[in-house]
């Protein structure tokens, strides 16, 4: 018996949210602040404290939708009163 591809997606999804279920990677995300993607050493923390491979945690942050997330608390308009001016 083989597995579709759609079964694996989906024993995919499910293993990554019971390893690195939302609300612990929101909390952590927050104790760590802005991850930088270039030194990569906010992921290796993440990574490290839910004993998953980088890869695997920069694809659940992703998921999540942590990077716009952060994307949008680094941007100008965010800095000011909201007005987008």
Do not use: H
């Not at 612990?24 to 930088?36: C, L, T, Y």
């Not at 998953?52 to 659940?60: A, G, Q």
């Amino acid at each position: 018996m083989s597995i579709s591809d759609t079964e694996e997606r989906e024993a995919n999804y499910f293993a990554m949210c019971l390893l690195m279920p939302e609300s612990f990677v929101r909390s952590e995300m927050k104790k760590i602040g802005v991850i930088d993607v270039v030194d990569g050493t906010g992921i290796e923390k993440l990574a490290r404290k839910f004993r998953v491979s980088i890869p695997l945690m920069t694809l659940r942050i992703g998921q999540l939708g942590l990077w716009t997330e952060q994307r949008a608390a680094l941007s100008p308009a965010s800095a000011n009163d909201g007005d987008g001016k």
